[in-house]
């Protein structure tokens, strides 16, 4: 019952560095997100998939780059990374076929950037 | 730009009395969710709200939909210590799952 899985759990980046953060379904979902959650802003959508090989922008994108190679993997890049960019971030799966268009959210990652 | 803004932000109650938390958004929708997320964990989902008028219950839990008003409540009754969390709400803006957050309500209940 792993539902949506994020890797890796906590990360810790110098100023310019960068990294990727991997989420994985095994729900067969079509729909993924990358939300980020920042004390008292709620959750903010940086990216997000409508199948494989599409990608969109949210609110938030400046900064983040995402990829979609397989259905079951949503990929969220930060090339350059900067200390705005520390925060909590989620990744989430819908379906396509479900009436209730409900998300079903992954662990989180917590990157802190120096 | 669309807005969706919770109040309270901070909530504050006693184990046993009743209060409510509301959610207004700023576009037509109507697909709005609530989820509850407990310190340091991830979002679970508590209701689903499909359309106009529509009212979920679980437990002591109450959430209605009023999409003429662009409004949803989250009704406690009779609250206790668990369930202190953050609630927040969600619209989906293009009937596409595309969700935007409210800020959240930080809702401790003390005995």
Redesign the interface.
């Given at each position: 019952n792993a539902g949506v899985t994020q890797t890796p759990k906590f990360r810790v980046l110098k100023t310019g560095q960068s990294m990727t953060l991997l989420c994985a379904q095994d729900m067969n979902h079509e729909y993924m997100y990358w939300y980020r959650q920042d004390p008292g802003m709620g959750l903010r959508l940086i990216h997000y998939s409508v199948g494989e090989g599409t990608t969109a922008k949210g609110e938030v994108p400046d900064g983040y780059n995402v990829s979609r190679l397989k259905k079951q993997n949503f990929l969220l890049g930060l090339e350059s990374a900067a200390p705005s960019q520390t925060s909590v971030y989620f990744c989430a799966s819908s379906s396509l076929g479900q009436v209730s268009g409900e998300l079903f959210f992954g662990e989180g990652s917590r990157l802190t950037v120096l | 730009e669309l807005k969706?803004e919770q109040n309270p932000?901070f909530l504050s109650m006693q184990e046993g009395k009743n209060y409510t938390i509301y959610c207004n958004y700023s576009t037509t929708s109507d697909?709005l969710?609530w989820y509850r997320q407990d310190p340091g964990?991830?979002?679970e989902?508590l209701f689903?709200l499909?359309s106009n008028g529509a009212v979920k219950q679980e437990g002591r839990l109450m959430a209605s939909l009023d999409t003429k008003a662009r409004l949803s409540t989250l009704h406690i009754t009779a609250a206790v210590h668990d369930l202190s969390a953050t609630y927040?709400c969600?619209v989906?803006i293009d009937?596409?799952?595309?969700?935007?957050?409210?800020?959240?309500t930080e809702l401790s209940v003390k005995p």
């Open positions: - | 969706v932000l697909r969710y964990k991830s979002l989902s689903v499909l927040f969600a989906d009937q596409g799952g595309k969700l935007i957050f409210g800020q959240g």
